[in-house]
T-cell receptor, first 115, second 116 residues
Framework: AQKITQTQPGMFVQEKEAVTLDCTYD???????LFWYKQPSSGEMIFLIY??????QNATEGRYSLNFQKARKSANLVISASQLGDSAMYFC????????????FGAGTRLTVKP | EPEVTQTPSHQVTQMGQEVILRCVPI?????FYWYRQILGQKVEFLVS????????KSEIFDDQFSVERPDGSNFTLKIRSTKLEDSAMYFC??????????????FGPGTRLTVT
């Protein structure tokens, strides 16, 4: 069963605007962690932000924030003030407490920032 | 800043041949992982390794695959008899996780494997 769903294969955003990349997940484990990774065209995977299932507040890291809606099982990534260098693939991933060596990734969203 | 390294960056091999992909994790990390990404698709978990043994593996990681930590620094992925569908980018990752779910896995730059 698909654990992580990213419904937007591609997104466009104007430079300096904010963009939201969607991620929904499926788990019955009450304890889990959610991650976002960025993969630029060079191919490496870059960790961006983490949200724990018990965290009371939404995670923020610089221009990245995570809109965590636990009841809806969504963990959308918000990038504020987009920059040309933000153009990349973005992957949402999850690890579950009872399966905690196994990180599952979504299909990814390709973000293109337009000047 | 410490980083995970992988060699080679690109490996071309003929179908049926054995390949070994090499990784040097970050030196104080104890958990090691291999992932695969077929071109244009998502990153897929293959295997995790801790304390000199496999701790978890996916359905992709069949008998054709094996992992090894032959010394104190290298972590290898071997594919015994490559198939065309093994063509992908293979990422190694490592972390220093103990019990926390907040396990930032540091990824290497990947090895692109092309099977002809």
């Amino acid at each position: 069963a698909q654990k992580i769903t990213q419904t937007q294969p591609g997104m466009f955003v104007q430079e300096k605007e904010a963009v939201t990349l969607d991620c929904t997940y499926d788990t019955s484990d009450p304890s889990y962690g959610l991650f976002w990774y960025k993969q630029p065209s060079s191919g490496e995977m870059i960790f961006l932000i983490y949200q724990g299932s018990y965290d009371q507040q939404n995670a923020t890291e610089g221009r990245y924030s995570l809109n965590f809606q636990k009841a809806r099982k969504s963990a959308n990534l918000v990038i504020s003030a987009s920059q040309l260098g933000d153009s990349a693939m973005y992957f949402c991933a999850m690890r579950e407490e009872n399966n905690n060596n196994d990180m599952r990734f979504g299909a990814g969203t390709r973000l293109t920032v337009k000047p | 800043e410490p980083e995970v390294t992988q060699t080679p960056s690109h490996q071309v091999t003929q179908m049926g041949q054995e390949v070994i992909l090499r990784c040097v994790p970050i030196s104080n990390h104890l958990y090691f992982y291999w992932y695969r990404q077929i071109l244009g698709q998502k990153v897929e978990f293959l295997v995790s390794f801790y304390n000199n043994e496999i701790s978890e593996k996916s359905e992709i990681f069949d008998d054709q695959f094996s992992v090894e930590r032959p010394d104190g620094s290298n972590f290898t992925l071997k594919i015994r008899s490559t198939k065309l569908e093994d063509s992908a980018m293979y990422f190694c990752a490592s972390s220093d996780r103990t019990t926390s779910l907040r396990d930032e896995q540091y990824f290497g730059p990947g090895t692109r494997l092309t099977v002809t």
